[in-house]
């Protein structure tokens, strides 16, 4: 088991940026696909972004492609997820996620998650 902590949300404005990272430990990342996930209050846990173990191959929902940019740094153990343009639907709680093999936009179908972090976008 990988363990995943993310770090980087907060309080912004629509329009502005930020970039999350996932920090791994306990194993190495490059075993790893990775994803982020977000879930916003009363909604169900919705994907964002993935990224294959060696970052040739990445994938977006439609609702972020073209502002979010996800990448991956495997000597540091760590991914990103570079936000911009935020809007206010944007909000949510953002998790990362980790799976052997294939790349899935179903929650269920990784086995590995961090606690989350809160991005709150104000209109």
């Known amino acids: 088991q990988v363990q995943l902590v993310e770090s980087g949300g907060g309080l912004v404005q629509a329009g502005d940026s930020l970039r999350l990272s996932c920090a791994a430990s306990?194993?190495?990342?490059?075993?790893?696909?990775m994803g982020w996930f977000r879930q916003a209050p009363g909604k169900e846990r919705e994907f964002v972004a993935s990224?294959?173990?060696?970052?040739?191959?990445?994938h977006y929902a439609d609702y972020v492609k073209g502002r979010f940019t996800i990448s991956r740094d495997n000597a540091k153990n760590t991914v990103y997820l570079q936000m911009n343009s935020l809007k206010f639907e944007d909000t949510a709680v953002y998790y990362c996620?980790?799976?052997?093999?294939?790349?899935?936009?179903?929650?269920?179908?990784?086995?590995?998650w961090g606690q989350g972090t809160q991005v709150t976008v104000s209109s």
């Open positions: 990224i294959k173990w060696n970052g040739d191959t990445t």
């Open positions: 306990g194993r190495t990342l490059s075993s790893y696909a």
């Open positions: 996620a980790g799976r052997t093999g294939s790349l899935y936009s179903a929650p269920n179908l990784w086995d590995n």
